[in-house]
C-alpha cells in the first residue's frame, strides 16, 4: 500500500503553526493568554513535539514571547510593531506589483473582481473574516504572478502582526480596508498601468499604518 505512508513530522508541524496562528490572528487567543503546550496539543489532537516547534516559530515572528521555564503568552498589541510590519509588507506588495502587472492574463483579473466581489459583501454583512480572506485573495493573485518567493515569505511572516488589529477594529464596528481602493487597484491592473496600480498599492498599505494610530 504505498499511498499510504507516515505523515512527515513537518507537516503535523505547519498544521499546529497554521491551527495557533489563525487562532491568535482571530482573537481566540487573547493578547496577554497563556498558552500551553500540552493543552494545545489535545485540543489539536497531535504530540507536544510539534506544538513546541510551532511555539517556536511563533516566537519569532512576533506572536508569541515566552520567558524560559516561567511561560509562554500571546504579545499584546503594540501599535509600534504593526506599523512596522505594515510598512514592511507593503513594500513587499508594491514590489510584487510592479512585477506581476505586465505580466498579468485575464484569468487573474477575473480572480481579483470576485475575491474583491466577496470582500465587499462580507463588509457589508459584518464577516470579518469572510473579508479577511477575501482581501488575502486579491492581494495573492499579485504575489503568485509576480512569483518573487522572498516577497511572498516576507509577506506571509508579517501579515498576521497586522491582521490581529484589523480584525479587532473590524470587530469592533471600525472600518476595513476599502472595496473602492481595490476596485481602483484592479482597474489599474487591467489597463496594465503598472505606476498607477503601484500607486493604489501603497495607498492601501499606508491606510493600514495609520490604522495602528
Not at 474583491?116 to 477575501?134: I, K, L, P, Q, Y
Not at 480584525?167 to 482597474?187: K, N, V, Y
Amino acid at each position: 500500500m504505498e499511498t499510504i505512508r507516515p505523515v512527515r513530522r513537518t507537516l503535523l508541524r505547519d498544521r499546529a503553526y497554521e491551527s495557533i496562528r489563525d487562532a491568535i490572528v482571530a482573537g481566540e487567543l487573547e493578547p496577554g493568554a497563556v498558552v500551553r503546550d500540552a493543552e494545545l496539543a489535545e485540543r489539536l489532537g497531535l504530540s507536544r513535539a510539534p506544538v513546541r516547534e510551532a511555539f517556536s516559530r511563533l516566537v519569532d515572528e512576533g506572536l508569541l514571547e515566552s520567558k524560559p521555564q516561567s511561560y509562554t503568552r500571546v504579545t499584546p498589541l503594540v501599535a509600534a510593531d504593526v506599523r512596522d510590519a505594515a510598512a514592511v509588507v507593503g513594500a513587499m506588495h508594491e514590489l510584487v506589483t510592479r512585477v506581476a502587472v505586465p505580466r498579468l492574463a485575464a484569468d487573474g483579473i477575473t480572480a481579483m473582481r470576485a475575491a474583491n466581489e466577496r470582500f465587499a459583501a462580507a463588509v457589508e454583512s459584518g464577516d470579518v473574516h469572510g473579508a479577511v480572506r477575501a482581501d488575502d485573495e486579491l492581494h495573492d493573485v499579485l504575489v503568485r504572478v509576480s512569483g518573487n518567493r522572498a516577497a511572498a515569505a516576507t509577506i506571509a511572516r508579517y501579515t498576521p502582526l497586522i491582521r490581529r488589529l484589523e480584525r479587532r477594529r473590524f470587530g469592533e464596528g471600525g472600518s476595513c480596508r476599502s472595496a473602492g481602493l481595490h476596485e481602483r487597484l484592479i482597474e489599474a491592473c487591467a489597463d496594465g498601468d503598472t505606476d498607477r496600480a503601484v500607486r493604489v498599492t501603497a495607498e492601501i498599505w499606508r491606510g493600514l499604518e495609520e490604522l495602528a494610530d
